[in-house]
């Protein structure tokens, strides 16, 4: 049976006098029809099916009216009266009377069709539930239903529907969690507060606000499934939908409950059945799916409907039960693990003093930093393979004087950032890299003992490189009938020898021995201890290491065991927290100073192509050209330490690494360019490049391109549109005189052709100055502009200006402080893509990989017109260990060809790049050289509108998901990619695939109502 939408029209006519266009919506129990009234007003007609309970209507029209009266903060439609007054219009069937009513229209896009799914967005759908428990506590209705097929507490009814899941593993998970309902929920259920419940807070029923950026939810439609039935019911549907299609349903329901518990605070046991009723409420759809299939088997839309739940429950299935309760507990702000009071207070009694684990009687035990932040472990060439890691340890006990290293509990370490760790999070990828034992580094062989009394509560042979090797667990108890276990990691094999489960161990006693690589999981002959208050169902092996984000949790099922050893107490150094870091940056720091992104980053470590957060995130840079050949490269920083233990002094002594490193340097450039001044900075370079024009012409008269920049120096400023002509700036000072920025693509004159256009603002400046009586100095430009947004001037561009600046009496300075060294790939400075042979070419910190070095390079006629009697001494420009630094680097460049990875990365990634610019039309164009490209963002393709918005969007969304990117551009709207040149294709393949991801997303879409 259906109804016409002219059937809908008459009777809309008919019975509420409105006209308008009727169109049909979808619906599973009624039929349902927008109308837009020739007024312009909104409504929906809803017009049930025969046999409708007409009680239940009214049940739903009830609710609705007190949550009016309650101030419920989203909106929600109600029912309209008819002309009659009627709130239900009887309408004769076939058979039946059918119900028809008139609702008002709640705006709003469906929470279904948002991308993405933000913690903000999950909380806000936690809150929207527990908005609607607190305003339906005290409604009572005669006709609320008590049993619905869509209650969680009614999940056992469709038990019997496991039998026909297609797959043995899917039985399997059925049983569990159906399993897990009747073990853990059902028997509270009597116990747990009711109340009339929304029942249905899904992503087709909840409407997000307009605001692309920052949805959150604002309305709710649809109450037929409402019923009375258990308040945590509410929220267990809400929680397993969050969580379907995310990589982590686990911590989206996370977010959800903090959301709710904001509004609604839970109660214990509500929280102890909310994990079992998520998989209750998964459990419904599954088989109310395999039970629509057998009724309708050629409906291809049934064979893949509950795709999205079957992939929660497989995540979940993996997920420990009072893990889940855990982490749901520290959402609630409560201690997570319910052992650990009654533990705490059990260790607090007890006077009983614990055994070290292993013989200490002599031995000299000094703690080792093994933190993602540590100085004593360095650089991560020290931990990269076993047998370097072990050469580590052995140096750090010699250079302690000790026998024994000790620490690493809740210690975020940065070795253990590798793919044995890593998982797909909602936030991109993560690791496991919070420590939750205690580690005691030991000689192969050092007997293991028991702290305490115990059994043996199992024990197994873990393999595999990263792994705990053989492993044992103790029994031990706390009183009162409650236990723990200890956990012993790395042993040796022949620890498992003859154990048996149940077997009995004394204080003190012996029972084990550490074992060395690589049986030991081929880890440095280490013991791991950990405490555990809840095994969580697991034998012979346990999580020794936490992702940041459950850390807490964790934690709280891992008391730390460093207290129990006196022996192991040693003071850590406490870290800052970043509120703490900003609070005193603030206070400290120069007011001017910037941070990047909307969450501030505390990084501790680099290496190579990544860099890394307190947290011990590991975060693809696609941003920091400085460190150039990759964030402490081995080969750079041997160098430094190397020359840095030996000598450091100024270049009024004779030393020949200053010579090897200017003829090294020399010899990438043209023969004209021959004679090197060594500096520290680019800043100083152009400094020094500027004072030289001055020295060879007489005059301070300088072109500059409009967005350049070329330092922070008082002369750089003064020829740097970028900071002069921006907030703070005073304009351009009378010797500078801009050219307009050469950008065919958003410039004053535009297409690949436009480089006369441009060229003529150079001769008309000229020619202007010659008739002021005023000498030309120079001209300085980037070779690509980098602050200007990675600008490319048009062929010809700079032949042209070069020859008029040259006939007019000045010099030419290239500024390669961003683009050199062979960053652009095709040639190993920028300027050679022009065609051009500068007077004088600025190099900066990327020759130093980051050390404070940089270089002016010029010909031999203006260093000899810049010697002039006045002596050019810089104190620390060209020392010992910054030449033993830039030698380093242009090795690296050399050795590991990086002009060519540049060249061959950087195409492939500019072709991917120009493919999802034929994708997404936010990208209004993709430009650049080797690893120096630019994605500039419109709001629209045609007049080319600055996206600024969507691009600070997209690169704080960017940073979440692990890629650091940033924007430049007079509009801030362009995308800058100049990442180190060890920067590979598998790094450009993660980029271009989170960047896809991220362009799909709503803020991202220019035609969307936020856009």
């Known amino acids: 049976m259906t109804v016409a939408p002219e059937t809908a029209a008459d009777l809309l006519f008919r019975h509420y006098g409105l006209k308008g266009r009727v169109t049909p ?78 609702q008002s229209w709640v705006p709003g896009r469906l929470l279904a069709e948002v991308n993405p799914r933000t913690d903000g967005l999950l909380q806000s759908w936690g809150r929207a539930c527990g908005q609607l428990c607190l305003a339906l506590q005290d409604f009572q209705h005669p006709h609320a239903p008590t049993s619905y097929h869509w209650n969680p507490s009614q999940t056992l009814e469709m038990r019997d529907e496991g039998a026909h899941f297609s797959s043995v593993r899917r039985r399997a998970i059925a049983d569990h969690f159906w399993g897990l309902f009747e073990r853990e929920a059902l028997p509270l259920l009597p116990r747990l507060r009711r109340s009339v419940n929304y029942n249905d807070a899904h992503e087709q029923n909840l409407l997000v606000s307009a605001d692309t950026f920052q949805p959150e939810v604002v309305g709710l439609i649809d109450f037929g499934d409402a019923m009375h039935t258990q308040t945590i019911n509410e929220l267990a549907i809400a929680c397993a939908y969050a969580g379907q299609g995310m990589p982590d349903p686990l911590s989206a329901a996370v977010e959800v409950v903090r959301g709710f518990q904001a509004v609604f605070p839970l109660k214990e046991e509500e929280v102890r059945v909310l994990f079992p009723l998520i998989g209750a409420r998964l459990m419904l759809t599954v088989a109310t799916a395999a039970r629509n299939r057998r009724r309708e088997p050629d409906n291809p839309y049934l064979q893949v409907s509950d795709r999205p739940a079957w992939e929660s429950l497989e995540r979940l299935f993996e997920v420990h039960p009072r893990l889940a309760e855990g982490c749901f507990r520290q959402a609630c702000g409560w201690e997570p693990c319910p052992l650990r009071e009654p533990f705490e207070a059990w260790a607090a009694e007890s006077e009983e003093a614990w055994a ?86 030991a ?65 003190g006693q012996p029972f084990a021995r550490i074992g060395q690589p690589p049986r030991n999981g081929n880890w440095p002959p280490h013991l791991h201890f950990q405490i555990l208050l809840d095994a969580l169902g697991q034998r012979g092996d346990f999580p020794g290491v936490a992702y940041p984000h459950q850390a807490a949790v964790w934690k709280s099922f891992c008391p730390d065991p460093t207290r129990f050893f006196e022996a192991f107490r040693f003071e850590p150094a406490e870290p800052m927290s970043m509120e703490e870091i900003l609070g005193r940056r603030r206070r400290l720091l120069g007011r001017s100073l910037s941070i990047s992104y909307a969450e501030p980053l505390h990084i501790l470590r680099g290496y190579m192509q990544h860099l890394y957060d307190a947290g011990g995130r590991r975060y693809l840079d696609t941003v920091n050209n400085v460190p150039h050949v990759g964030h402490e490269h081995p080969r750079v920083v041997e160098a430094l330490q190397r020359q840095a233990a030996l000598l450091n ?88 005189h801009l050219l307009p920025m050469p950008d065919p693509f958003r410039g004053r004159y535009r297409g690949e052709d436009s480089a006369p256009a441009y060229v003529a603002h150079a001769q008309e400046l000229l020619e202007r100055l010659h ?152 990208i209004g164009q993709v430009r650049g050289h080797g690893l120096f490209l630019g994605i500039e963002l419109v709001t629209d393709p045609a007049t080319r509108r600055p996206a600024t918005r969507q691009a600070h ?10 890629i650091l990117m940033s924007t430049d551009g007079p509009d801030e709207n362009v995308l800058k990619i100049k990442p180190p040149l060890c920067f590979s294709s598998t790094d450009a393949d993660t980029l271009l695939t989170t960047l896809e991801r991220v362009l799909q997303e709503d803020p991202l879409n220019i035609s969307s109502a936020g856009g």
């Open 443 to 507: 000689e192969a062989g050092t007997p293991v003992l028991a702290p305490l009394e115990g059994v043996v509560h199992s024990f197994a042979d873990n393999p595999g490189d990263c792994n705990y090797g053989p492993t044992i667990l103790l029994e031990h108890s706390s009183g009162r009938g409650r236990s723990f276990l200890t956990l012993y990691g790395h042993l040796s094999p022949e620890s498992l020898e003859g154990l048996q489960v149940g077997q009995r161990i004394g204080k």
């Open 25 to 102: 919506l979808p619906g599973e129990v009624d039929f349902n029809f927008h109308i837009r009234g020739e007024d312009g007003r909104e409504y929906t007609l809803k017009i049930s099916r025969e046999g409708a309970d007409p009680a239940h209507i009214d049940f739903q029209i009830a609710l609705q009216e007190h949550l009016h009266r309650k101030g419920f903060p989203p909106q929600f439609p109600r029912t309209l009266p008819s002309r009659a007054g009627e709130r239900r219009v009887r309408l004769e069937g076939e058979r039946a009377p059918r119900w028809m009513r008139l």
């Open 771 to 922: 008739a002021e009586g005023r000498r030309l100095g120079g001209f300085i430009g980037e070779s690509i502009l980098s602050c200007a947004g990675q600008i490319v001037p048009p062929a010809g561009f700079y032949p042209e200006v070069y020859r008029l600046v040259r006939q007019a009496g000045g010099l030419c300075i290239a500024d390669e402080v961003q683009v050199g060294l062979g960053r652009v790939g095709e040639t190993f400075w920028g300027f050679e893509l022009h065609g051009v042979l500068p007077d004088v070419v600025t190099i900066g910190k990327p020759l130093g990989n980051g050390h404070p070095l940089a270089a002016v390079v010029c010909t031999p006629a203006v260093a000899e017109a810049f010697a002039n009697g006045m002596e050019y001494f810089n104190t620390f420009g060209g020392n010992p260990v910054s030449c033993a630094v830039g030698r380093a680097v242009l090795a690296v460049l050399r050795e590991e060809d990086l002009q060519a990875r540049a060249r061959q990365v950087g195409a492939y990634l500019k072709s991917a790049l120009e493919e999802l610019q034929s994708r997404f039309p936010i």
């Open 356 to 441: 070290a684990p292993i013989p200490l009687k002599g031995a000299r035990v000094a703690p080792l930093d093994l933190s993602v932040g540590s100085r004593e472990l360095g650089n991560n060439a020290a931990f990269e393979t076993p047998e370097a890691f072990q050469r580590t340890i052995r140096r750090l006990l010699e250079d302690k004087g000790a026998e024994v290293g000790v620490g690493g509990y809740g210690e975020v370490r940065p070795f253990y950032v590798t793919e044995a760790y890593q998982r797909q999070g909602n936030h991109g990828p993560q690791w496991r890299t919070v420590h939750l034992g205690l580690d005691i580094w």
């Open 649 to 736: 002094t100024n270049t009024r002594y004779l030393h020949e690494e200053i010579i090897r490193f200017a003829e090294e340097l020399c010899a990438t450039l043209p023969p004209e360019l021959s004679v090197v001044h060594f500096v520290n900075s680019g800043s100083e370079a152009n400094e020094l490049a500027l004072r030289m024009v001055e020295a060879c012409t007489g005059s301070r008269e300088m072109l500059a391109l409009e967005m350049g920049y070329h330092g922070n120096t008082t002369g750089c400023v003064a020829v740097s549109s970028y900071k002069f002509d921006r907030a703070g700036g005073r304009g351009a000072p009378p010797t500078t």
């Open 953 to 962: 969007y997209l690169i704080n969304r960017m940073r979440r998901l692990g």
